[in-house]
């Protein structure tokens, strides 16, 4: 059964967080540069922490508003921000104003889309953007699964989707290309491979990252009955490929950062 926008809040806020999300935000902490930057508009800020993170971290001045993917994720944010009185406002939808910088959480957003999202984050901006997203190699190893299970669960006709689902995740250079032709200088981008581990195929299909984050959105060309096949199925063959050793598979995280000027 699907969960409601309320029950996915809570579940990003308690499993979702800590982990997929801190590994973007702590790779952009360790490379990302600030410039006394007047205001920040921080999209896609989930249930909050790194943009809470950031209001510690950088100076009084600092204007920061953040936009939150749903108002179930926004009520938590703004709670949180206002527990330790951080100064943080929390929305649903962008300021009129635009802001010194843009800073975009796009792990979530579906490749087919970041072309949009990204002209949308631009458009937010006076001076310079910074995103994080997954780049090309990105989960090849659940990939290569898929396209079995769906032969094995008599799903076969949908393969294509599969290997949509591996072109369509965009290389470093073609998003750099996308900043150059929106008008944008000194882009940079660097790279870093994480990896998830999962003691076996069960742990993997029943984390909530996988669950509820990304194989909906894997498998949405499927029916409710054939995806819940295709999980179990997913699991077995895992499982049988590994044998008793763990599955892991990786992401590269890429932040990517340009000027408007």
Known sequence: MMKTEKELAFIRELTIENDWTQRFTDFFDKKFKFDKEETILYVNAGTGNHAIALDEKLDDKTEIYAVSENAELRNIAQAK???????????TNFPDEKSSLVIADASFVRPA?????????????????????????????????????????????HSANVERLIE????????????????????????????????????????PLIADFLLPVWLDFLTDAEKEKAAEKLAELIDT?????????????????????
Do not use: Y
């Not at 330790?84 to 929305?91: L, N, S």
């Not at 458009?123 to 032969?151: C, M, R, Y």
């Not at 900043?179 to 984390?207: N, Q, R, V, Y």
């Open 113 to 157: 889309e970041l072309n949009d999202f990204i002209a949308q984050i631009i458009d937010a901006s006076k001076n310079q953007i910074a995103f994080f997203t997954p780049t090309k190699s990105s989960f090849g190893e659940i990939f290569s699964f898929l396209w079995e299970t769906l032969l094995e669960v008599d799903l076969i006709e």
């Open 241 to 261: 490929d590994d044998g008793s050793l763990s599955f892991r598979f990786s992401v590269k995280n890429t932040l990517f950062s340009g000027d408007l000027k």
């Open 168 to 207: 369509e995740i965009p290389t470093v250079e073609a998003i750099e290309n996308l900043l150059k032709t929106f008008g944008l200088t000194k882009i940079e981008s660097a790279t870093e491979t994480e990896l998830f581990e999962f003691k076996d195929g069960a742990e993997f299909i029943e984390s």
């Open 81 to 91: 921000a206002d527990a330790i009185k951080a100064d943080v406002r929390f929305g």
